[in-house]
């Protein structure tokens, strides 16, 4: 069993950027792969970024392209997301997950097996 607990998020301004946080314990953590998810009021939950196992593999969504960096310090047992240039479509709560290891990043929430808390990012204009 794998406890995912995220820190970071907040308001910010358009143009700004936040850095999220997500500790994970309980299981072997480079077992997993971990992704960020996000999700807006009356709208689906939607794939930000994931990472592989070891780092080696990146896929984020086509929204935050260039402007989010997902990464992974197995030693540590975290998975930040550095954002950059918000916008107030970013706008969200924002969630953790680990996956059980397969072949491809999964980009779908029913693809991942534990979640975080989730937390908040607001961006006002």
């Known amino acids: 069993q794998v406890q995912l607990v995220q820190t970071g998020g907040g308001l910010v301004q358009a143009g700004g950027s936040l850095r999220l946080s997500c500790a994970a314990s309980g299981g072997t953590f480079s077992s997993y792969t971990m992704g960020w998810f996000r999700q807006a009021p009356g709208k689906e939950r939607e794939f930000v970024a994931g990472i592989s196992r070891h780092g080696g593999m990146t896929e984020y969504g086509d929204s935050v392209k260039g402007r989010f960096t997902i990464s992974r310090d197995n030693a540590a047992n975290a998975v930040p997301l550095q954002m950059n240039n918000l916008q107030p479509e970013d706008t969200a709560i924002y969630y953790c997950?680990?996956?059980?290891?397969?072949?491809?990043?999964?980009?779908?929430?029913?693809?991942?097996?534990?979640w975080g808390q989730g937390t908040q990012v607001t961006v006002s204009s």
């Open positions: 997950a680990a996956q059980f290891w397969r072949p491809t990043i999964g980009k779908s929430a029913s693809a991942y097996n534990y």
